[in-house]
């Protein structure tokens, strides 16, 4: 199931590579924006936190613009860049919630680890900073589920933020999985200077896997008989992503290359 996702990912990616490198190019240039913002703060405290989390809410109005067309494309959809410019006023105010949250997140998780580890020199403390650490790995974990969330079902941002802890602690498995391919990702991103795959190719990727992971929930409502744990984990994910494989297609290497020379 993994491995088929990883193919539809870059499938995806490379039939919408037009619209991936474009928004991509504009997410790096929002960011560059912001490095020089935050430079402009250096120094005064209260600037460089406006400064910071301003950043977060731009990077994210781009990400949360992106989502929807991500969703399509995870749903076989055609999209036109005109999308991306058309969402960005349906998306600031969840998108400046969702940035602000981050931000407020990492300063206070920063300050609070930097503090209990660092500066109080003692196994309590130090145990407190741990503890704070894992809490802000599990957050950003469930977190990663948001924008596909939001992009394909299209709820409230507490429904949204709700629903991303259900599906993190439903399946804790696939999400770190999708976490360790995600910063593959983003090391990718920094080989490919920030132009693939970049912020389009993670939502893309989150999208995809979980229009994989719906299929499940649709399953296990079809089958009330399933009671156990054990036996809610035995999803026949073959036949469940049957359709989307076909779909797909075999897709060989002169496909796309050579797309025009395809039978």
Request: proline fraction near 3%.
């Amino acid at each position: 199931m993994f491995g088929f996702l990883i193919k539809k990912n870059f499938c995806d990616g490379w039939d919408n590579l037009l619209s991936v490198v474009l928004v991509n190019v504009i997410f790096l240039f929002v960011g560059i924006g912001v490095v020089f913002l935050n430079a402009i703060a250096n120094g005064v405290i209260l600037f460089q936190v406006i400064a910071f989390i301003l950043t977060f809410i731009l990077l994210s109005i781009v990400a949360f613009a992106y989502g929807d067309s991500a969703a399509d494309i995870a749903d076989f959809k055609g999209i036109r860049l005109v999308d991306f410019f058309k969402a960005i006023p349906g998306v600031l105010k969840d998108a400046s919630l969702f940035g602000l949250m981050c931000s407020l997140i990492i300063m206070i998780s920063t300050f609070s680890i930097r503090y209990y580890i660092t500066e109080t020199q003692s196994l309590v403390s130090f145990c407190i900073g741990m503890i704070i650490l894992w809490l802000d790995v599990f957050f950003f974990m469930a977190i990663q589920w948001f924008i596909p969330i939001r992009s394909t079902m299209h709820n409230d941002f507490k429904k949204c933020l709700k629903k991303c802890f259900i599906i993190f602690f439903d399946n804790t498995g696939f999400s770190i999985a999708m976490t360790i391919y995600n910063l593959v990702l983003i090391v990718l991103s920094v080989a490919f200077i920030g132009f693939l795959p970049s912020v389009t190719g993670w939502l893309i990727a989150n999208c995809n896997a979980l229009r994989i992971l719906l299929y499940k929930y649709d399953y296990l409502e079809e089958h009330p008989e399933l009671q156990t744990k054990k036996e809610r984990k035995q999803i026949p994910w073959e036949e469940l992503i049957y359709e989307d494989r076909e779909t797909l297609g075999p897709r060989k290497l002169k496909s796309f290359l050579f797309p025009w020379k395809e039978d």
